[in-house]
């Protein structure tokens, strides 16, 4: 979990003199969004025993999230600029995490059987298991501890380049997908995290790659078969505001598409932890296939018009958007 600063008045970074101030980061967007469509959530990391630390746990509390397993310690809490796009200008991100209270542990302050304790379900992002070795070591030994106590395991492969390669990410991948249950990948993050094709990068025509992706993720099932999920979203972006979102989802060897959205983006960050809260929210509470796919692309599409990491909706909000009549044909 990192503090967000984002230049006031959607300037960039290097006029920027006065920032806003918000805490995110994927597993605890996720955490929030299950907890305001009313799941059970707990969040899992080691924060600093400082103020910052202090402000970052009470937003997920704030929000409903369970955060009793949290540890205090370490230097600092990691943070990242957001220079909000405009146009032709994309949005771009900085990064000032090296040495952050979550990335330094050591995978012996991992107690999983503690951790996961009373636990259905265990979330975890490709983000988290490029930030370090040690990391990537407790990830493994926690997908070992889910499978051998029948807990389902879900990533969303969130692949960064700015934080790893993709042949780091694919061998960390290769030694974790034998244990994941249900795979989000969504653009590169086939290719860059499991060396699948499935997307030629022009980010104008995503939803029209629809059959190359449902053969990514059929290649996914094949070489994983504990996998039975797999979901991504594709998109067409015209410019940073204007986009239109979709989804699609193989379960059961059936793939299931969700309804699209022609957007007018509010703030494009966080619509993939959006997209994950969703499908999970629709997988816990046994939505049918297709429920649980027009559900995770709605909530998806809703954080594209709200401000900062958190999707700040209820289960009512996205049920009130799926029946607007605001998708267009699917």
Not at 66 to 80: A, D, E, M
Not at 235 to 264: C, N
């Amino acid at each position: 979990m990192m503090l967000r600063l984002k230049p006031t008045d959607h300037q960039r970074i290097i006029q920027a003199n006065t920032y806003d101030a918000n805490y995110g980061g994927s597993e605890a967007n996720v955490a929030v969004s299950l907890a305001l469509l009313g799941d059970q959530a707990e969040y899992f990391s080691k924060l600093p025993a400082n103020p910052l630390g202090d402000m970052a746990i009470g937003t997920l509390r704030q929000y409903g999230v369970n955060t009793s397993k949290v540890l205090r310690g370490g230097k600092r809490l990691g943070i990242y600029f957001f220079e909000k796009g405009a146009s032709i200008r994309n949005t771009s991100v900085v990064y000032d995490r090296a040495d952050s209270s979550f990335a330094t542990m050591t995978s012996t302050e991992f107690d999983w059987p503690k951790i996961l304790a009373g636990v259905n379900y265990f979330y975890f992002s490709g983000i988290t298991a490029a930030l370090s070795a040690d990391i990537r070591t407790a990830l493994l030994q926690a997908c070992e501890y889910c499978q051998a106590n029948h807990i389902t395991v879900a990533c969303d492969m969130n692949y960064r380049g700015k934080m790893w390669t993709p042949e780091a990410a694919q061998a960390a991948m290769a030694k974790l997908m034998p244990y994941i249950n249900i795979c989000l990948a969504n653009d590169e993050d086939f290719e860059a995290s499991l060396g699948i094709k499935a997307f030629d990068g022009d980010m104008t025509r995503g939803i029209e790659q629809r059959d190359q992706f449902e053969q990514a993720m059929r290649q996914v099932q094949q070489q994983y078969p504990n996998c039975h999920t797999v979901a991504s979203v594709l998109r067409d972006i015209h410019s940073v505001e204007d986009s239109t979102w979709t989804a699609m989802m193989l379960q059961d060897g059936q793939v299931f598409e969700g309804p699209a959205y022609k957007m007018h983006v509010f703030e494009g960050v966080a619509g993939g932890d959006a997209f994950g809260a969703g499908l999970m929210h629709g997988l816990i509470n046994d939505f049918t296939p297709q429920a649980t796919i027009d559900y995770a692309i709605t909530a998806s599409a809703l954080k594209l018009t709200i401000s900062g990491d958190l999707n700040l909706v209820t289960d009512a909000d996205v049920r009130n958007a799926m029946q607007s009549g605001n998708s267009v044909d699917r």
